[in-house]
């Protein structure tokens, strides 16, 4: 090989700044920095050394600096959003470095020339991004110029032009590049670099945010983040009594939590085997009836929930308060807490045989192991209701469901399927199967118990979590990871959640809680 050939071949490093690189970065500094202050002096440059050494990156090539990325860690409370970059920096001084603090802020990014459309700068934001999550800092946050915007100054503001660089209309050489690196614009600063006049000495406050950051780390108690769902596919029985049907869910939820679940989902209407009791009666009645036993099964649910350290939803079960009857879901959390949810939705069967009446509320609960949604069969099939809690912050949605046919199966299921993709949570169903041919409306059914998940890289290939077989009593356990669900919505192939047009559509709750 002739060494003319070797001395065209890149050997590109990246490795921490040595204040002996000064003069590289001088001559890159004041090459692109001629209208905007120039190049940092060699005292300057051996503060930010000094103050936090594994903060100033670089690349060379051949030994000799080509890019460089410089930051500090600061309490970003002390400065707020409308600070000025010489008082971040502390006047070159640095002394406003804190080792105690929460944010790593970019005080700058630099590529020689001769080397732009080489993606260095892309190398050294992804070292930046590495080192704020391996110091577990909030976020980066870096005033960013806008050195394009001089050519439209005179036309339009610089929000206008910052909309125009986000839709692609305008191309800015700092600013498209951050966007394309998943940073945000939270805001326009004024007279932040007085001296960058490209900029007009406006910058945006740019962030990338975190998502593996965690806050005051506990030894224990700490948010889980790797939750096991216990779901049970419920064989229709006869059962003589509540206690009869007890014993039945006692083996369940003890099942589930020998697998050490920290949720154990039971179908909508689990205990309908009651109703052969009252079966010389009209079928309306005979629902009534059953719902004298609710308030005894959620009082024995919740108790098995603290003794064998499970979180149960109990399905649903009707209540009757005299003058309505409704279809309730009962969260009892293993603290001995208890919540409830109402089905929204009643189907035509469900109103005509029964005369049931649909709730009026709906709530994202917290649990020890995440947010969590639940919607009552028929509810799934209204997209509105995820999408509200989603809004909520609702981590797993779980769907207890009771369908006679394949066809009314298949609706909950695909319904359920897209609630998970369009909300970005896991969604958990089950029903039950068998059959009871002495209880009138509930003689047959169908069910597939199943976990989905978004569909995206991190998941797996169909979003199918795990699914149990047709049509037979069994369980499924699964563990689903919610550190995913943050990755998913902050950088995910497709952001269902944070994409939104909320400027020409919203969905709000008309009804007061």
């Not at 009534?288 to 036993?293: S, T």
């Not at 969260?331 to 009026?360: F, M, V």
Request: glycine residues 6%; negative net charge; charged residues 30%.
């Amino acid at each position: 090989m002739s060494k003319n050939k070797e001395e065209l071949e890149h050997r590109l490093r990246l490795r921490n700044i040595k204040l002996s690189d000064y003069d590289d970065i001088h001559a890159i500094m004041t090459s692109i920095y001629k209208n905007a202050g120039g190049s940092w002096t060699k005292e300057e440059l051996k503060n930010q050394l000094r103050a936090f050494p594994e903060g100033q990156i670089c690349i060379e090539d051949n030994g000799k600096v080509v890019a460089g990325a410089l930051s500090i860690i600061v309490d970003y409370n002390q400065f707020g959003d409308n600070h000025t970059y010489d008082e971040i920096t502390g006047y070159g001084k640095f002394d406003t470095h804190n080792e105690e603090g929460d944010t790593l802020y970019g005080t700058d990014v630099f590529v020689d020339k001769e080397y732009r459309g080489m993606r260095i700068g892309r190398r050294l934001y992804d070292a930046r991004k590495e080192l704020c999550e391996n110091l577990n800092l909030r976020s980066i946050i870096a005033g960013g110029r806008i050195p394009g915007y001089t050519k439209y100054a005179d036309e339009i503001t610089p929000r206008k032009y910052i909309d125009l660089v986000k839709n692609k209309e305008i191309f800015d050489p700092v600013l498209s590049f951050q966007i394309a690196n998943e940073f945000h614009v939270r805001k326009v600063i004024t007279k932040y670099l007085p001296e960058d006049t490209d900029s007009r000495a406006y910058a945006t406050l740019l962030e990338w945010i975190n998502i593996y950051y965690e806050k005051d780390e506990k030894l224990i108690g700490n948010k889980k983040s790797i939750v096991r769902l216990g779901l049970v596919q419920w064989k229709m029985r006869r059962f003589s009594n509540v206690d009869d049907l007890m014993q039945q869910v006692e083996f369940f939820v003890d099942t589930v939590s020998g697998y050490k679940s920290d949720f154990c989902l039971l179908p909508e209407f689990f205990n309908a085997p009651l109703l052969a009791e009252f079966n010389d009666m009209d079928a309306s009645e005979a629902i009534r009836n059953l719902a004298d036993y609710t308030s005894e099964i959620v009082s024995r649910m919740s108790d098995l929930a603290v003794s064998y350290n499970v979180n149960i939803i109990g399905g649903s079960m009707p209540e009757y308060d005299g003058k309505k009857l409704r279809n309730v879901s009962y969260l009892c959390r293993r603290d001995g807490t208890q919540a409830k949810q109402y089905k929204l939705h009643i189907t035509p069967d469900e109103a005509s045989y029964w005369g049931l009446q649909g709730g009026n509320g709906i709530n994202v609960f917290d649990t020890d192991a995440g947010r969590i949604g639940i919607l009552i069969c028929y509810d799934v099939e209204f997209p509105e209701l995820g999408r509200i809690l989603a809004e909520q912050e609702m981590d797993i949605l779980f769907v207890p469901f009771w369908t006679d046919t394949k066809n009314a199966f298949l609706r909950v299921n695909t319904c359920a399927r897209s609630r998970a993709i369009e909300n970005e949570c896991y969604v958990a169903i089950t029903g039950s199967v068998g059959n009871l041919p002495k209880v009138e409306n509930m003689d047959i059914q169908y069910s597939q118990a199943a976990i989905f998940s978004p569909s995206d890289f991190s998941f797996p290939h169909d979003a199918i979590v795990a699914q149990a077989s047709e049509n037979e009593e069994t369980i499924i356990v699964a563990d689903v990871d919610l550190d995913l669900l943050t990755k998913q919505r902050k950088a995910g192939s497709v952001r269902n959640l944070e994409q939104r047009r909320l400027d020409l559509y919203s969905i709000q709750w008309k009804q007061k809680k």
